[in-house]
């Protein structure tokens, strides 16, 4: 552990409690654990242990390559795909058991033929799009394609029905969606078709809508304590690190970095640590759409240039917070840290912000569990 560079450290205790409180919440309400995108760039088998060693009864993934992963580390609880499968993928699906999204009758059917062939029932779940515009059936559709389902394919169990919010933090659009769905299960109940697992709530609508939560909710990041409130206290499991690998003094009026983006303003200390925008730094994902998006966006950016906010381009070494200085390059970084120069020596450790999800998988995750400290 000693000899690595840069690590994202896990605390897997923190995701079992986080696992824990949210099942107090919900009561006697199942739990799906999403860990598609390696468990939001925790590691996806050790998350995915953890969260079934806590309670969890069901996990979700987004493609059946993660499904299959999950069933070849040993993962034995039930794994929802939740993007929906190619026909020639119907055949993993059933010989791992994992669970298909349904939402054109080509699936359905190739699902089925699979099942068939192996002799087993396939576990499917429908999706109904209430509004998302992204993978599921429109409503209008749903009576007509189920009646399809229980009358014309004998391999396959429809054990679930679920549907997705666009905008969970808004009531509002959040219920007029819920109230779709809900009007759905009613209307195929009348038809006398009961699914055992009708699930709708990600980790924002669980927590402020608990009669939206029926038989199961879907959590990601509550488990990763990416969900900051009052109701449930959950808790960031994670940290990122890396060493300083190279310190030198630069005289003033020197340039830093790829494009000559910044010049020293006086004599500048700086550090080099081994982490750059390959390993996932400074990766911004979120892309000004609208008007007002626009304006935030440059806003922000005139008030960093004024100094009047602080910029976030920050990393803590020895409890003091420096700045990245100029362009951050494709694997490494360079931090100014002239206020704390007689204080930093080469293999101290920075602490990091990244986004998680954005943190390559080359950069080690270094999980603690029970006093146990290891590498996947
Ligand atoms: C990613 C995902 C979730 C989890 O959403 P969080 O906001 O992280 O809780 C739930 N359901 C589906 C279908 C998803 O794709």
């Given at each position: 552990?000693?000899?690595?560079?840069?690590?994202?450290?896990?605390?897997?205790?923190?995701?079992?409690?986080?696992?824990?409180?949210?099942?107090?919440?919900?009561?006697?309400?199942?739990?799906?654990?999403?860990?598609?995108?390696?468990?939001?760039?925790?590691?996806?088998?050790?998350?995915?242990?953890?969260?079934?060693?806590?309670?969890?009864?069901?996990?979700?993934?987004?493609?059946?390559?993660?499904?299959?992963?999950?069933?070849?580390?040993?993962?034995?609880?039930?794994?929802?795909?939740?993007?929906?499968?190619?026909?020639?993928?119907?055949?993993?699906?059933?010989?791992?058991?994992?669970?298909?999204?349904?939402?054109?009758?080509?699936?359905?059917?190739?699902?089925?033929?699979?099942?068939k062939k192996c002799g087993k029932k396939a576990r499917v779940h429908l999706k109904i799009d209430t509004g998302m515009g992204r993978f599921g059936i429109l409503p209008k559709d749903v009576v007509e394609f189920t009646a399809k389902i229980y009358s014309g394919f004998n391999n396959i169990y429809l054990e679930g029905l679920y549907t997705h919010f666009s905008l969970a933090s808004n009531e509002g659009n959040t219920r007029k969606q819920f109230n779709l769905f809900s009007s759905l299960i009613n209307e195929l109940k009348k038809k006398g078709i009961e699914i055992p697992l009708k699930h709708a709530c990600n980790s924002t609508a669980l927590l402020n809508y608990k009669d939206m939560h029926l038989d199961m909710v879907r959590s990601g990041n509550l488990v990763y304590g990416m969900c900051p409130t009052s109701k449930i206290k959950t808790k960031n499991p994670s940290q990122l690190y890396s060493k300083i690998v190279f310190l030198k003094t630069l005289p003033k009026g020197h340039h830093v970095g790829y494009g000559n983006k910044f010049t020293t303003k006086k004599t500048t200390t700086i550090a080099i640590i081994p982490f750059g925008y390959y390993e996932g730094l400074g990766l911004t994902v979120h892309q000004p759409s609208n008007a007002v998006d626009v304006l935030k966006y440059l806003l922000k950016h005139l008030l960093t240039a004024l100094g009047i906010r602080k910029q976030d381009r920050i990393v803590t070494i020895k409890g003091v917070k420096c700045n990245i200085l100029g362009k951050i390059s494709m694997q490494n970084s360079i931090i100014d840290v002239t206020d704390i120069r007689d204080k930093v020596s080469i293999g101290d450790v920075a602490e990091l912000n990244a986004r998680r999800i954005n943190i390559s998988s080359s950069v080690a995750r270094v999980y603690h569990k029970e006093n146990r400290i290891f590498t996947e």
């Open positions: 552990m000693t000899n690595l560079t840069s690590w994202l450290y896990v605390d897997l205790d923190i995701i079992a409690d986080n696992i824990k409180a949210i099942k107090e919440y919900i009561g006697p309400v199942k739990l799906l654990a999403v860990v598609k995108a390696d468990a939001y760039g925790h590691g996806i088998f050790p998350v995915a242990s953890c969260a079934v060693e806590n309670g969890a009864d069901y996990l979700g993934v987004s493609s059946v390559e993660e499904g299959i992963f999950l069933r070849k580390k040993g993962i034995i609880a039930p794994v929802l795909i939740f993007n929906t499968i190619l026909p020639e993928q119907a055949e993993d699906v059933v010989n791992f058991n994992l669970t298909s999204t349904i939402c054109s009758i080509e699936s359905v059917k190739a699902v089925d033929e699979a099942a």
